[in-house]
T-cell receptor, first 114, second 111 residues
Framework: EADIYQTPRYLVIGTGKKITLECSQT?????MYWYQQDPGMELHLIHYSYGVNSTEKGDLSSESTVSRIRTEHFPLTLESARPSHTSQYLCASSERYRGADTQYFGPGTRLTVL | GQQVMQIPQYQHVQEGEDFTTYCNSSTTLSNIQWYKQRPGGHPVFLIQLVKSGEVKKQKRLTFQFGEAKKNSSLHITATQTTDVGTYFC???????????FGAGTRLAVHP
């Protein structure tokens, strides 16, 4: 099982609040990712990073921002939460295996914005 | 951009029946990976296929990569309630240097 952690696991918050979702991994992986997913539905890539000080926006437009100051840490921040942000947020890191990146996912943060 | 299409979107089966999900692309797939996500859980890597025509088995699960590398399939023999979840295929795009996930197939197994 992969060593990738997310906190909090569940968060209920009011509209307009600033929140930071934490993600850390102890595997020394350079590549990390954030996905947004409604339960059991499609995975939407919202941010990714190929290493320290590298961040890119993903395929799905998101009002969130990320930072990558340390290899093991990849937090996601929402400056002003809205009900439309209610979803599950999955963090992942990857390693190269047989010529392709295999992803390891954290347990996710279920966010509810009231 | 590159797209990976999965069918069906949903599948309901009786316990003991077989199940198959398909992953298709209009372009050549590079490396196909399969992931399983249990309800309330997170995706977990199952297997990777890299060679044309490759077939791999994990107990009741059989994974296949098409000869033309434009499709892949996951077949489950004699489903059990523990097979419930969403199965995702993903292609590693060397050009984009990241995984492109299909939309997933949700499997429900009725006892």
């Amino acid at each position: 099982e992969a060593d990738i952690y997310q906190t909090p696991r569940y968060l209920v918050i009011g509209t307009g609040k600033k929140i930071t979702l934490e993600c850390s991994q102890t595997m020394g992986h350079d590549k990390m990712y954030w996905y947004q997913q409604d339960p059991g539905m499609e995975l939407h890539l919202i941010h990714y990073s190929y290493g320290v000080n590298s961040t890119e926006k993903g395929d799905l437009s998101s009002e969130s921002t990320v930072s990558r100051i340390r290899t093991e840490h990849f937090p996601l921040t929402l400056e002003s939460a809205r009900p439309s942000h209610t979803s599950q947020y999955l963090c992942a890191s990857s390693e190269r295996y047989r010529g392709a990146d295999t992803q390891y996912f954290g347990p996710g943060t279920r966010l509810t914005v009231l | 951009g590159q797209q990976v299409m999965q069918i069906p979107q949903y599948q309901h089966v009786q316990e003991g029946e077989d199940f198959t999900t398909y992953c298709n692309s209009s372009t050549t797939l590079s490396n196909i990976q399969w992931y399983k996500q249990r309800p309330g859980g997170h995706p977990v890597f199952l297997i990777q296929l890299v060679k044309s025509g490759e077939v791999k088995k994990q107990k009741r699960l059989t994974f296949q990569f098409g000869e033309a590398k434009k499709n892949s399939s996951l077949h489950i023999t004699a489903t059990q309630t523990t097979d419930v979840g969403t199965y995702f295929c993903a292609d590693f795009s060397g050009g984009y240097n990241k995984l492109i996930f299909g939309a997933g197939t949700r499997l429900a197994v009725h006892p």
